[in-house]
């Protein structure tokens, strides 16, 4: 008996390994993340904060056309509440300390993103794309930051980001803000009928 099921026993744990393995790669990918954030919490919110706007954005609104303008925008009016932000201060900091804050901040973000919302959104590109559009304005003054390319469109994409932001002129006052901003909006879009 044992022989003749032993292929499919075989079969099934190498199925059942490969995708434990995956499973643990990614736990240990999401918890060196997380890590490395909390170490770093001095200068992560904002790039989170928009992620997680964007992913409850795509989870209350089904309409793509609505749900990524809305994602879009989401983020100049996040701007405008007063917050930290790990940008501040980019110019005393290496390239190398920058990019690591704000490519760690926006990988925390978009994971925390697809974990608390994937279950509600039936499309995971939706989701993807509410989460990329709502950092975009951030992502599109990457070449400005690290490339030094200060012409347009660049150099107004940096200008108007710089005008709009709303800054405290404390850490733990600019996370409180945010935070509650964020746990403002979710309680909005909760309301949202399906």
């Known amino acids: ?8 026993y075989a079969s099934n744990t190498s199925c059942y390994t490969f ?7 990614l736990l240990a990918f999401v918890f ?5 954030t909390l170490s770093h919490i001095r200068y992560i919110m904002t790039a989170t904060a928009h992620a997680l706007v964007g992913g409850a954005i795509a989870a209350s609104i089904q309409n793509p056309i609505l749900g990524l303008s809305l994602a ?16 501040w201060g980019w110019r005393q900091k290496s390239k190398k300390q920058l990019f690591v804050e704000a490519s760690s901040d926006l990988i925390f973000g978009s994971i925390l993103a697809y974990l608390f919302f994937s279950p509600f959104v039936p499309n995971l590109w939706y989701l993807a794309a509410c989460v990329f559009v709502s950092e975009v304005w951030d992502l599109a003054e990457t070449p400005y930051w690290f490339l030094g390319w200060k012409f347009p469109p660049f150099s107004w994409i940096y200008t108007f980001q710089s005008r709009i932001q709303g800054r ?8 409180i803000t945010q935070v509650i901003s964020v746990l403002l909006i979710f309680a ?4 949202i009928p399906r």
């Open 1 to 8: 008996m044992i022989s003749r099921l032993s292929p499919i």
């Open 19 to 25: 995708k434990l393995a995956r499973r643990s790669w």
């Open 32 to 36: 060196l993340t997380i890590r490395y």
């Open 72 to 87: 879009t925008v989401s983020h100049p009016l996040l701007d405008m509440i007063p917050h930290w932000d790990f940008g």
């Open 168 to 175: 405290t002129k404390t850490m733990l006052g600019g996370i």
């Open 188 to 191: 909005i879009l909760t309301q």
